[in-house]
């Protein structure tokens, strides 16, 4: 069975940092990516990586803050999150998957989720 297990989330200050964790299993992954959630606002695709430790994307509003990473050793997706801004308040949820992640390819069509985590980044 595979499952992507999600933890990190919390309610921080503007400024401040909280790091992601996804943790599969049931396989290996080509690609590992970060989307979120926010109410009335689009699901869009934050940061993706793959099989190399190559960042293949990453989406301009948290460029240079945000650094997403792996550890293929513990099967494990990663997303460090530095200076957080209110307008990053959302569900996070990561994904995986066998081929690349990116913002062209439908969401959908991505097969394994994890259960999403809050992240609420206060004034």
């Known amino acids: 069975q595979v499952q992507l297990v999600e933890s990190g989330g919390g309610l921080v200050q503007a400024g401040g940092s909280l790091r992601l964790s996804c943790a599969a299993s049931?396989?290996?992954?080509?690609?590992y990516g970060w989307f979120r959630q926010a109410p009335g606002k689009e699901r869009e695709l934050v940061a993706a990586?793959?099989?190399?430790?190559?960042?293949?994307y990453i989406t301009d509003s948290v460029k240079g803050r945000f650094t997403i990473s792996r550890d293929n050793a513990k099967n494990m997706g990663y997303l460090q999150m530095n200076d957080l801004k209110p307008e990053d308040t959302a569900i996070y949820y990561c994904?995986?998957?066998?081929?690349?992640?990116?913002?062209?390819?439908?969401?959908?069509?991505?097969?394994?989720w994890g259960q999403g985590t809050q992240v609420t980044v206060s004034s």
């Open positions: 994904t995986a998957d066998s081929a690349l992640i990116h913002p062209l390819r439908p969401a959908h069509e991505l097969r394994y």
């Open positions: 049931g396989r290996t992954f080509m690609s």
């Open positions: 990586i793959g099989w190399n430790d190559r960042t293949t």
